[in-house]
């Protein structure tokens, strides 16, 4: 109960306006109260005012969440849904463990460097033999598995630990992250490019672990700080030299940054450790317009219109708009168009994609409609999942688009 | 022999405004009906009074303004409301009058002209309406797309019901949704609720100018082509209104060929160009004599011409057929009702509100309205519209071959008298059945 | 409860995941925007016209009353089932079924929610004048059962303005039409305006025409900025005065200025008395000799006017008005909605009146009001955990709306009466009026199986 009273003013701040409506991509497709933003905060309170005992019904509610955070930015009392239905899964985790046995599963399988790396191959390859062979499945939950992208062998055993430039200007960290280094290790080396063109010389630890935010957004608590000590002590310990931590991953970047913090609250003698760790994280995009990008470098011979997805842990969680942009239209030729909602979801959130794969592919649709009226040929983001999931929602709905980090758009300018 | 008690009525109001020799009653009625008195009340009490007098015995009641109509009320009373027609208040800080229902529509206007200030909605007859008839006919007229319908210019009424009791209700508050919106359902309810005695009604400021281009042409077609121009232009007119040939005599002496009457109601400077873009818009579409009118006298005529072509359409009621289409789809209106009617320009009587998409036919004599009707109702459905009001609605039930919610419609509408008037003694020449 | 054969039946009319019976989905469903609750019986979310005339069938054979809903944004408890039946809700009856700009008309299904249709209009430059506050969460159908209003309405008018017609199932199961697809095909009485506003409780409306216009040419917006509430207020006869029609004239006292500031930093002056936000639209050559005209207006009271010189600077305004209601709760944590107006002219003394509740009663108010139509919107502050204090907002509440009677007014002015207001009805209405509701409510549903309880009693 500890848990939900820390927030109970915030719960009680809650006035039923129902504003956050418009925010919760959950209801609008599903047009169902209990999927939306002020049906959870009520049942929360229920749950915290004794009033409910936490049931299955209860359990899909709160998981079922994106965590999306828009409906923090919407409400004008200032209640944050997603911290409260964070709060929630932390009390539910508190109470029982997560169930089903699934989710945990799955869970542990991110937590471990070792079991992630054979559930990325294992499913990548079962994707494409067995599952396609069951009815033809080629979407297993809205997720494109035919066109699911494994990495032959991690990015972490692809490179050495220090890529060294003629004239380095910088020295940067590369926290990698599960997605770019089991799955979308060309969006890696397109990092490792950009920097090297830019005279940063590319530290990149090999033994980092997952951010822990998978873990943390499902309550495990324990579990995500582990692996947040693990990514603290590593950077700082043994790699003080970098002058940042960057990421090319929203969501690790937001765990990184903000999550952290929040982890660590209850430790005051290890957080100012973690304060001087968040303080060098920065993203991508963030990095390169903040040391500059040499526009006269790059090239491009054929026209290009270009869309971009803000991630949610990009917009809301870094706040992190007009960088990613700036550099798209850095690149000559560039035609750049503003989707409809380009700062909404793409459904991947996370586990959600897997565990409510029909609101979840409802986003995605939506989100490749609008896509689709910008008449762009590439769709840039800034989020491995985002990637992944736009991709198999363009594919599914027949679209030519193709979907790419900001990163790879800009490595495709260099001469090699 | 008649149940109505007349000296008793002649304690309420008065000798002389109790009326029963069938020379003197000829002037305040019309219809075939034959009703035993004519009776004035000059106040509410009155009214009340004499509504619960003709209670006791079952007899029944009919309401006008200056005129009655006798349909129904045969041995019964017809009420005039004629004495009742005095203006109780202007209120300039909320726009709003309150005035007896009684006073005459053009009496009216002209009060509230002086006041400096305006009353959008238009006689249905220029020299008989009063503003009671206005809300308890409660139509639209063809300046309703920019001002909204009469009902939007009622804020609330005193009513006696068809029991005598008073029943008052609304607030000069211009947004007021408290309890049943009873204010606006009465709007249109034809007396058969109550009978007005005292309406609050909405004022709007005066526009800064008014203006009017007119133009003739030689078809209804090429005529109505430039309405459909300017809608797609985004100029939306106050009115926009076409009158045939045959009728256009009427609204403007000396008229050959169809006359359109744009009326542009707001403000100087977009006047200006709008008059402008109207001209130009109906001159390239073939009008001959396109006229910008700004002198305010010469203007008040063009519009007078109009009402006056309007209130001989409504004075015939079985001799006209009335529909709506969507605007944009007149130009195929017209051309197949011009296979149903011949020649439209040689018609008796033919006339357009661009706006609305609602035209107005005065039959030829002889013709079975009904027959007709339902063709045009076929004809308006498919292009998004149907024959207007009770009429329009049953005969859309029977497109639809849905006799059941004909049924529905007409039980439930007559419940709802019932509920007011369970004696069925007011205005019973009132149908709800169509 | 629900028998297990109702819920057979329910489920066999509109699918399995359509039925809510668990406990969860009841909670959700058994509150709006009010501080009030209940517990349904059963959630049924119907598709299509033939399923609700089903469940209404249904319902009546198991004599179980239904309530209607929308988005559940009311602010009048009108979709709260109070007594014992099942909430019948539109949120999936999303279709819009036709735009036609051409000839100023929109067919929607009830459970359209009011943003997503003007998104769609927008992209044909029309729009649907009607957006209450609520409007990116709220459904047309919630708007027409509650007749909301917003800031347009001093040139726009009401919801009841822009309905032209309607598809109703009744308390018998039965369907009709009422109007149509314009202003001339009302069958005898104005079935359409009686059915807007009316809460639900005279029948089910499935299908909607709604009037829509083209969007404005042109728009202005400006800001005034006063040291007193009152000071406002004559600025906005002035204005009425001039003989100009302002699509808006929408007023916030200091208190929401300071609230709705720390959501949207949009740059009011936290020392400001009263904001008054004035806009006007039409064809761009009259802007300017309107704006003029106001500024000149406002300029003799006002310590600064400003005319909003970019969208941003425009949107800005807007998110500071939008979020007024909300954003108290910076300052306590709940809220009480009133809804009072009154005759323009009677609007400064509805301001002393409450300032004078305030006092009397000890609570904190900030006003929020649409000052052209005479509309307040004072927003008691208070903690609903503390009983005595929620006990004395209801009071004040009451006084609230005695104050707006004695000042000749409504208790009503956009928000509708549902079950927080029905107690004071009777003080607004004369016992025949009362009965007239009564009547009405008796031809459509003489068994009361209709939203039970709100509005009137039988």
Known sequence: MGVLADVYEMLNTCNKCGGCHTACKTYKLTGSEEMSTRGRIQLIKAVADGKLEPNEEYEDAIMSCLLCGECA???????????????????????????????????????????????????????????????????????????????KKPFLEQVPEKIKVQNPKHKVGFYVGCFLNHSLDQTAHSVVKVLTKNDCEVIIPKDQVCCGLPQYCYGDYETAKTNARKTIDTFLDKYSDAEVVLTACASCGSMLRHDYLKLFADEPSYLPKVKLFCDKVVEFSEYMAKIGVDQSKLHNSSPLTVTYHDPCHMVRGLKATKQPRELLQMIPRVDYKEMFEANRCCGAAGLIQAFYHEVSTDITDQKTQNIKDTNADLVATSCPACMLRLQGGINKAGQKQKVMHVADVMANAYED | MSDVNISKLKGIVGDAYVIDSPSEMAKYLKGQGKPAVVVLPASTSEVSSIVKLANEKNVKLGVGGAVVDTQGITGGIAMVMSRMNRILEMDHLNLVAVVEPGLL???????????????????????????????????????????????????????????????????????????????????????????????????????????????????????????????????????????????????????????????????????????????????????????????????????????????????KPSEIVEFVVGPMKMPQALSQLEAQTGDLGAYPGIIVEGLLGYVCLALPEGTDKLALARKVNKLAMSLGGNVKGLLGHKLKAEVYNDAEMWKQTTSLLSELRQQFDPKGILNPGVSLEA | MLSQAVVKRLKEIVGEKNVVTDKVGLLTYGYDGTLLSGEALGVVSPTTTEQVVEIVKLMNEQDIKLVPRGAGTNESGGTIPSEKSVVISFTKMTKIHEIDTENFVAVVEPGVINFDLQVELAKKNFYFPPDPSSFKASTIGGNLGECSGGPKCFKYGVTRDYMLGLEVVLPNGKVIQTGGRNFQSEPGYDLTRIIVGSEGILGLVTKVFVRILPIPRAKKTMLALYDKVEDASQTVADIVAAGIIPTTLELMDNLLINTTEDFTHAGLPRDAGAVLIIEVDGYPEDMDGQVKTIGEIASKIAKEFKVAQTAVEVDQIWTSRRSAFGSVARVRPSYGVNDITVPRSNFPKAIGGVLKVAKDFGVTIGVVAHAGDGNLHPLILFDQRNKEETETVHAAEQALCMMALDLEGTISGEHGIGLVKKKYLDKEFTPAAMEAFRKIKRSFDPSNRFNPGKIIDL
Request: hydrophobic residues 40%; aromatic residues 8%.
């Open chain 1, 73 to 151: 930015v919407t409400c004008p009392n200032g209640v944050h849904g997603n911290e409260l239905v964070m709060a929630a899964r932390r009390d539910l985790k508190l109470r029982k463990g997560i169930k089903p046995f699934a989710k945990s599963f799955a869970l542990k399988t991110l937590a471990s460097p070792k079991r992630l790396g054979m559930g990325f191959r294992l499913f990548g390859g079962m994707g494409k033999s067995v599952l396609n062979k069951i009815d033809g499945l080629d979407y297993f939950r809205g997720i494109d598995i035919k066109n699911f992208p494994t990495a």
């Open chain 2, 105 to 315: 529509h053009k009496d009216f206007i002209l009060k509230v002209a002086e006041a400096g200030l305006n009353f959008p909605p238009e006689p249905y007859v220029i020299e008989t309406s009063s503003v009671g008839g206005c809300f308890a006919i409660g139509d639209s007229d063809s300046k309703s797309f920019e001002y909204g319908p009469t009902r939007t210019f009622l804020l609330g009424f005193e009513m006696v019901l068809p029991t005598g009791e008073i029943l008052e209700i609304g607030n000069k508050c211009i947004k007021n949704v408290s309890g049943l919106d009873f204010i606006h359902f009465a709007v249109g309810s034809q007396g058969t609720f109550g009978i007005f005695t005292k309406l609050l009604v909405k004022l709007l400021p005066v526009p800064e100018a008014k203006k009017a281009v007119i133009g003739t042409f030689a078809s209804m077609h090429k005529a109505n082509a430039t309405f459909n121009t300017l809608i797609k232009r985004n100029v939306h007119p106050t009115r926009m209104n076409l009158i045939n040939a045959s009728l256009a005599k009427i609204a403007k002496p000396g008229t050959e060929g169809q006359l359109v009457i744009i009326d542009l109601q707001g403000f100087k400077e977009s006047g200006k160009n709008i008059a402008n873009e109207v001209a130009s818009v109906l001159t390239l579409g073939g009008g001959s004599d396109v006229k910008i009118i700004e002198e305010g006298a010469e203007y008040d005529q063009v519009i007078n011409g109009w009402l006056k072509v309007r209130a001989e359409l409504n004075a």
